[in-house]
């Protein structure tokens, strides 16, 4: 009897967990889409101190890593358009 309580004890903790795993990749597509089109529409010159914040930092956490990610693709992005910014 108390195997059975343990084992529903262990599925009832992972639920929750497979829930949020399951949630986690379409949370971070869903984010990283709507990062794209905020970069179209930032102006040159912010563009362009984002991407020297990027380079002057010694460390990264790994949210700003992404944040400059972005930045250097979208500055890839506006350098195929014709424009070097970046």
């Given at each position: 009897?108390?195997?059975?309580?343990?084992?529903?004890?262990?599925?009832?903790?992972?639920?929750?967990?497979?829930?949020?795993?399951?949630?986690?990749p379409l949370s971070i597509?869903?984010?990283?889409?709507?990062?794209?089109?905020?970069?179209?529409?930032?102006?040159?010159?912010?563009?362009?101190?984002?991407?020297?914040?990027?380079?002057?930092?010694?460390?990264?956490?790994?949210?700003?890593?992404?944040?400059?990610?972005?930045?250097?693709?979208?500055?890839?992005?506006?350098?195929?358009?014709?424009?070097?910014?970046?």
């Open positions: 009897m108390r195997h059975a309580k343990y084992l529903a004890s262990i599925n009832a903790n992972r639920r929750p967990a497979a829930f949020v795993l399951r949630l986690l597509a869903l984010t990283l889409g709507g990062c794209d089109s905020r970069m179209n529409t930032m102006k040159d010159t912010d563009l362009q101190d984002r991407m020297y914040e990027c380079h002057a930092a010694l460390s990264q956490n790994p949210g700003f890593a992404i944040s400059c990610d972005n930045v250097r693709r979208e500055c890839l992005r506006r350098r195929k358009e014709g424009k070097f910014l970046c």
